[in-house]
């Protein structure tokens, strides 16, 4: 069973717009959430996280929000970079990390 | 300071043939991982260990083994590999517990045929 599912399998959108990544969960025990991103030919890296007493968490470009009643959480990029062109997979932990199936982001100059 | 590397990058089995993979960190985390990545799933839990000497299974450890008898290295075995085996392998490893952010390897693809 798919307990953290990213709907989207791919999203475009134009420099400098904003970026949106979305991501759902099932497991209600669920109480710390990360994003990573990654790179063709590389493992995945870090990007940002939350835990589940906020509701959102900033660090520059990035910002993760939480919807613990809808069970969901979502990634804004602001401004998009073509750089930021990689795919976006979605963790949640309650002890162990469960993965989403990724979202492949393209910025398109 | 590597991070987290991983032996080999390629590898291709026949069914039935068996197969080590090795990944090594030079962060001194206490806790290491495998993950495997097919399409339109996410990476899923293979086997971790939690110090020198521990290990314990994931969400799909059946077909594989591991041991960790060093703290910086993680071994991944298939003792008789099957197609359903073919994935991309990750290695991981993290300072705190599963939780937290985790430090991933390169990844290897491997195909069984």
């Known amino acids: 069973d798919q307990q953290v599912k990213q709907n989207s399998p791919s999203l475009s959108v134009q420099e400098g717009r904003i970026s949106i990544l979305n991501c759902d969960y099932t497991?209600?025990?669920?109480?710390?959430f990360l994003w990573y991103k990654k790179y063709p030919a590389e493992g995945p890296t870090f990007l940002i996280s939350?835990?589940?007493?906020?509701d959102k968490n900033e660090d520059g470009r990035f910002t993760v929000f939480l919807n613990k009643s809808a069970k969901h959480l979502s990634l804004h990029i602001v401004p998009s970079q073509p750089g930021d062109s990689a795919v976006y997979f979605c963790a949640a932990s309650a002890g162990d990390m469960r993965f989403g199936a990724g979202t492949r982001l393209t910025v398109k100059p | 300071n590597a991070g987290v590397t991983q032996t080999p990058k390629f590898r291709v089995l026949k069914t039935g043939q068996s197969m080590t993979l090795l990944c090594a960190q030079d962060m001194n985390h206490e806790y290491m991982y495998w993950y495997r990545q097919d399409p339109g799933m996410g990476l899923r839990l293979i086997h971790y260990?939690?110090?020198?000497?521990?290990?314990a299974k994931g969400e799909v450890p059946d077909g594989y083994n591991v041991s960790r008898l060093k703290k910086q290295n993680f071994l991944l075995g298939l003792e008789s590999a099957a197609p359903s085996q073919t994935s991309v392998y990750f290695c991981a490893s993290s300072y705190s517990g599963p939780a937290y952010e985790q430090y991933f390897g390169p990844g290897t693809r491997l195909t069984v045929t």
């Open positions: 939350i835990s589940s007493i906020k």
């Open positions: 260990s939690v110090g020198e000497g521990t290990t």
């Open positions: 497991n209600s025990m669920f109480d710390y």
